[in-house]
Antibody, heavy 117, light 110 residues
Framework: QVQLVESGGGVVQPGTSLRLSCAASGFTFTSFSMHWVRQAPGKGLEWVAVVSDGVTSKYYTDSVKGRFTISRDDSKNTVYLQMSSLTPEDTAVYFC??????????WGQGTLVTVSS | QSALTQPRSVSGSPGQSVTISCTGTSSDVGGYNYVSWYQQHPGRAPKVMIYDVSKRPSGVPGRFSGSKSGNTASLTISGLQAEDEADYYCCSYVGSYIFVFGTGTKVTVL
């Protein structure tokens, strides 16, 4: 069955960097765009970034442009989110998601990133 | 992209129907027939309940239905059940692989 497993979260200080990973299995990874969606504590879902299948396109929400970089390694069925210049506003559970052409059939369990001094 | 607007909360008794609205603009909800709805229980990942405005994935109960008129989409839960108590989020495709979510609605079963 389809599995998305995020890792790499933790507690970091403001201004530092962190790399999240999402390992995928159970589907043809190369055929799907991969997304990151985050949820701050007690808040709603926020779309963060996407890397298209074939890595032809990458897009980001405005608040992370220039600080976050999404990438994928199709040989490892893994998508990454490199986060830099982190601020307390980046504190959230980060989910990777994929599946439908215009919706998300599959979600990971999420990984918590806490930015605090 | 600004978040789509949803009511903060709705409630109903078991067996009743509740409807959640999701208001956007002609650049998101009104511009695409690609609105999806997600159910999220505390501490869990979201689960798709409706996609492409009104399509229901296999395994989702028939009491969940979706519709759209202009810039506003709606999710209706008919015959509310205790297990439907959760947060619900709408989501619209806005082009170029990008999505925008709604502000979220807490559904309470009285």
């Amino acid at each position: 069955q389809v599995q998305l497993v995020e890792s790499g979260g933790g507690v970091v200080q403001p201004g530092t960097s962190l790399r999240l990973s999402c390992a995928a299995s159970g589907f043809t990874f190369t055929s799907f765009s991969m997304h990151w969606v985050r949820q701050a504590p007690g808040k709603g879902l926020e779309w963060v970034a996407v890397v298209s299948d074939g890595v032809t396109s990458k897009y980001y929400t405005d608040s992370v442009k220039g600080r976050f970089t999404i990438s994928r390694d199709d040989s490892k069925n893994t998508v990454y989110l490199q986060m830099s210049s982190l601020t307390p506003e980046d504190t959230a559970v980060y989910f990777c998601a994929t599946g439908g052409l215009y919706h998300y059939d599959y979600w990971g369990q999420g990984t918590l990133v806490t930015v605090s001094s | 992209q600004s978040a789509l607007t949803q009511p903060r909360s709705v409630s109903g008794s078991p067996g009743q129907s509740v409807t959640i609205s999701c208001t956007g603009t002609s650049s998101d909800v009104g511009g695409y027939n690609y609105v999806s709805w997600y159910q999220q229980h505390p501490g869990r990942a979201p689960k798709v309940m409706i996609y492409d405005v009104s399509k229901r994935p296999s395994g989702v109960p028939g009491r969940f239905s979706g519709s759209k008129s202009g810039n506003t989409a709606s999710l209706t839960i008919s015959g509310l059940q205790a297990e439907d108590e959760a947060d619900y989020y709408c989501c619209s495709y806005v082009g170029s692989y990008i999505f925008v979510f709604g502000t979220g609605t807490k559904v309470t079963v009285l």
